[in-house]
């Protein structure tokens, strides 16, 4: 059975950084698209950032299009997301997911990914 656990989150002044790290086992992590995304109080689950099985292609919210940066290390089972230039908006809850389907392009929809983790909250202060 697979398992994502998310870590790294944390209170953050405007303009911080932070990286977000999701550790996944139970399954071969390399064959995967993964992605990460996010709850804020009162609103609906929204998509941040995609990658790929490789790591070799990813996709971004607008919201976030130069500011993260979405990676993997396939000998860590490991995803990761490089939050820089953080503004309050980007408060929430983060989550990691994975997709079901072997060696597939990275993907924005929750309803393509099949398991998800627990979320680490992200707060950045003005």
């Known amino acids: 059975q697979v398992h994502l656990a998310e870590s790294g989150g944390g209170l953050v002044q405007a303009g911080g950084s932070l990286r977000l790290s999701c550790a996944v086992s139970?399954?071969?992590?390399?064959?995967?698209?993964m992605g990460w995304f996010r709850q804020a109080p009162g609103k609906e689950r929204e998509f941040v950032a995609a990658?790929?099985?490789?790591?070799?292609?990813?996709v971004y919210a607008d919201s976030v299009k130069g500011r993260f940066t979405i990676s993997r290390d396939n000998a860590k089972n490991t995803l990761y997301l490089q939050m820089n230039s953080l503004k309050p908006e980007d408060t929430a809850v983060y989550y990691c997911?994975?997709?079901?389907?072997?060696?597939?392009?990275?993907?924005?929809?929750?309803?393509?990914?099949?398991?998800w983790g627990q979320g680490t909250q992200v707060t950045v202060s003005s």
């Open positions: 997911a994975t997709s079901d389907v072997r060696y597939t392009g990275p993907k924005r929809l929750a309803d393509e990914y099949s398991a």
């Open positions: 139970g399954r071969a992590f390399y064959r995967y698209a």
């Open positions: 990658a790929d099985w490789s790591g070799g292609s990813t």
